[in-house]
């Protein structure tokens, strides 16, 4: 087993930086039409290395991103789970996100919750954040269940500026948690 440099680790997961070698797993779960249905669409495996790209550039320049996150008994990786910056066309932003994108095997199993209140406790104690923020569109009420359990607070819902022409997921919720 290939021991992996974590950042910081939970309960029962581990959070890093993203390897060249976590393409085809990353690749696999942005494929999964499941996964994906509160996004416009799928990703494919070279968007999905855009997207690795610039979460690596992120960590670099910041110390965080949506990190990749491994189980730590499997060391399987199961997806992200992090803080990204947000610069959309938006009345609270530039701003600083929370979100989670987990494979379909990893649901159900807290992961989501465990692991985000371990990203804000790193938000906020470490990188010494103010606020964090998290948004889903109105239809995604998993994520929304996940926001409460860690304690955030519904802010307003908004149309997103990047989701105009889509009517479904359009509609968003925008949740906050500022430093206690």
């Known amino acids: 087993m290939i021991m992996k440099n974590y950042l910081f680790k939970s309960a029962r997961l581990g959070f890093r930086n993203w390897l060249s070698s976590d393409l085809e797993a990353l690749a696999a779960i942005n494929a999964d039409k499941e996964v994906m249905k509160f996004f416009p669409s799928t990703r494919n495996l070279q968007e999905t290395w855009v997207f690795i790209e610039r979460m690596q550039k992120q960590f670099d320049k910041k110390g965080y991103c949506y990190f990749a996150v491994d189980i730590l008994e499997t060391n399987e990786l199961i997806g992200f789970i992090g803080l990204s910056e947000q610069n959309y066309d938006a009345d609270f932003t ?35 954040l103010d606020k964090i923020y998290s948004i889903a569109p109105v239809v995604n009420t998993k994520s929304q269940q996940v926001m409460k359990k860690i304690g955030m607070r519904q802010v307003k819902t908004f149309d997103h500026p990047q989701l105009l022409d889509n009517d479904r997921l359009r509609k968003c919720l925008l949740y906050e948690l500022k430093k206690m």
Request: hydrophobic content about 40%.
């Open 94 to 128: 530039p701003c600083i996100d929370i979100g989670w994108r987990l494979a379909k095997a990893a649901w159900n199993n807290g992961y989501a919750t465990e692991g985000a209140r371990r990203c804000l406790e790193f938000g906020f104690e470490t990188l010494q």
